[in-house]
């Protein structure tokens, strides 16, 4: 019986591999929309593929605002057509001119920033006033996560208004990346969505008051996109939807997605009565997780033994079933960081692959 995502010409293909299906990358964007019910809400972030031809595929559904975390990755989705890009990650250092650089290249892409310190905001001015540009910039809050903002209470007003008053830059709205949330229990997760943007609206209001207006609210990650979506003047994130893997349903309630993305390996040892050694190691697949961190379909049960930089050794009792150099296919827990390991992916159409996308963006500099 053949499956979704096996190859009729996996021979041709060398291994490790990763292979994309672009019939289900645009079904996940279908139904992103669908979640949000309105295209011009959707901010999807790029991360997570790095494709050109993704960000192409995006642009035909009427997706055209798009999160990068690289001056890279801002550069290809600027290169594929986006017209507004946010750099979600604070620029320092040479990257500041970097970004005026992407700005200058691409005159018909809107480009704007995020910033929680005020040197940061000092920095970005001067350089942007000295370039005759003016840098939209978003102040980033942290609404729980601990990782980048500033917490939305009276700092982060001191930081709008330094916005407001700083030259070459100008205030554009805050973003809130509530990554640290997730759970399969639908309620709960609502309610900590409600709990975290709560807190960017009361900032927003403080802003009124003084009158200051935010153009827009930048907010979520994958798992509370469609519930911060029903606000108003709110754009959503999410990024792993367009590929999908093995690791966002153990901790989503269902979203209606699809896997769209797998690794093509091939045994090439067996050592041992059951345990079969796949040529699927630390440079082809995402390590930064626990195991189990591939998910290999008609191996669901194995026991992973041995992970090293080319290997990956399983213990099963179906090992006698495999042979040296038989193709198994599997789906890594997290796919992000797995698709930035692969310089190309091949893509499958109607069980046959014979293109390659170049990931491009995996670089931390295209020309820029």
Avoid at 36 to 62: I, N, S, Y
Avoid at 265 to 286: F, Q, Y
Wanted: with cysteine; charged share 25%; hydrophobic share 40%.
């Amino acid at each position: 019986m053949s499956h979704w995502y096996e190859l009729k010409n996996s021979h041709e293909i060398p291994s490790p591999a990763l292979i994309v299906y672009p019939d289900r990358i645009i079904r996940n964007l279908q139904q992103m929309i669908h979640l949000v019910g309105d295209v011009q809400k959707l901010r999807p972030h790029v991360k997570t593929h790095k494709m050109a031809e993704v960000v192409r595929l995006k642009r035909e559904l009427g997706i055209d605002k798009f999160k990068t975390s690289t001056i890279a990755e801002a550069e290809m989705t600027a290169a594929a057509g986006g017209r507004d890009i946010l750099l979600s990650y604070q620029p320092t250092g040479p990257n500041v001119d970097r970004l005026l650089q992407l700005i200058r290249r691409f005159p018909e892409t809107r480009f704007s920033t995020i910033v929680d310190d005020p040197g940061c905001v000092d920095a970005l001015g001067l350089a942007a006033t000295e370039a005759g540009i003016e840098i939209p910039l978003y102040v980033d809050l942290d609404v729980g996560m601990g990782r980048t903002g500033i917490t939305p209470g009276d700092a982060a007003l001191a930081l709008c208004e330094r916005i407001v008053a700083r030259g070459g830059v100008r205030l554009a709205g805050l973003h809130a990346y509530d990554g640290h949330l997730h759970t399969k229990d639908a309620q709960l997760l609502e309610q900590q969505a409600a709990d975290a943007f709560e807190k960017v609206i009361t900032l927003r209001d403080r802003l009124h008051e003084k009158g200051i207006e935010i153009e827009r609210i930048i907010a979520s990650g994958t798992p509370t996109f469609p519930l911060t979506a029903k606000h108003s003047d709110v754009e959503v994130g999410c990024g792993t939807t367009v590929l999908w893997d093995y690791g966002q349903p153990q901790h989503n309630p269902e979203m209606g997605f699809v896997n769209a993305a797998v690794l093509l390996c091939r045994v090439i040892s067996r050592p041992g009565e059951n345990r079969l050694t796949i040529d699927l190691g630390h440079k082809a697949v995402a390590s930064e997780m626990p195991h189990p961190r591939v998910m290999f379909f008609g191996l669901e049960e194995a026991r992973p033994v041995i992970h090293s930089e080319e290997h990956f050794t399983l213990e099963t009792p179906l090992a006698g079933s495999y042979q040296v150099g038989d193709v198994v296919y599997g789906i890594p827990t997290h796919i992000c960081p797995t698709v930035a390991l692969h310089e190309q992916a091949w893509v499958a159409r109607e069980g046959q692959a014979q293109e390659q996308w170049a990931v491009i963006a995996r670089r931390r500099k295209i020309t820029i």
